[in-house]
């Protein structure tokens, strides 16, 4: 059982608002980290409470939260267009956490990662560190349509965790992404795994994996 305390929280100071739950530790180590969701789901989802369940079980206070999108319509991807209020909704986010933490970390799956990395390309100093879990490199069955222009301007320090069956990014593709990014990078392959990351069977081997390897990285390796 989690010893980390949850609690529903919402934050209405500046739109877009922020809504989610807020992971609080036994033993706090003073670090937070922000996670969102992709396309299609919210901050319900298997993996990122299985994610933030494990983080604050290791001591950070972990902030759970649906992207202004997902407010808006409870099903159903994010209209076009969105992206910007979407990256206003983190930038919320990881102000809120900044009252309760000292460094901050952002990540999110598949589109919560991409609007990750697109929002700390314009903001370098935001936040301590990234991870993106399935970064939609493009769209399914179309690698010619690379999401690729903003990361040569990605100065922050970016974890990503990839299955190597995802369909969204193979392996080889996604070096060569991460060597377009002038800050510090590691890959971590789920072997075996899809877009999805995890299946009911995986969570727990992938959260633990998930968690080790992003700890050891934000702490210099």
Not at 34 to 42: E, K, M, P, S
């Amino acid at each position: 059982m989690s010893q980390a305390r949850i609690f529903p929280f919402v934050h209405e100071l500046r739109a877009p608002s922020v809504r989610g739950f807020l992971h609080v530790p036994e033993n706090p180590s003073g670090d937070g980290l922000v996670l969102t969701h992709g396309a299609g789901a919210n901050c319900e989802s298997p993996l990122l409470v299985a994610l933030a369940t494990a983080f604050g079980d290791s001591g950070l206070s972990v902030l759970r939260c649906d992207l202004p999108f997902r407010q808006l319509r409870p099903h159903g991807p994010p209209p076009r267009g969105n992206a910007e209020r979407d990256q206003e909704g983190l930038q919320n986010a990881v102000g809120a956490m900044r009252r309760v933490s000292g460094r901050v970390f952002l990540g999110g799956h598949s589109y919560g990662g991409r609007q990750s990395t697109m929002l700390a390309a314009e903001k370098p100093d935001l936040v301590n560190g990234l991870l993106l879990l399935s970064y939609p490199l493009h769209p399914p069955k179309k690698p010619e349509q690379l999401r690729t222009a903003h990361l040569p301007s990605l100065r922050t320090p970016s974890l990503f965790v990839q299955g190597s069956r995802d369909g969204m990014g193979g392996v080889e593709e996604m070096e060569g992404a991460l060597k377009l990014i002038p800050a510090r990078t590691e890959l971590v392959i789920i072997r075996g795994a899809g877009h999805e990351l995890v299946s009911a069977k995986t969570v727990p081997d992938v959260t633990a994996l998930v968690v080790k390897a992003f700890l050891a990285f934000v702490d210099g390796g």
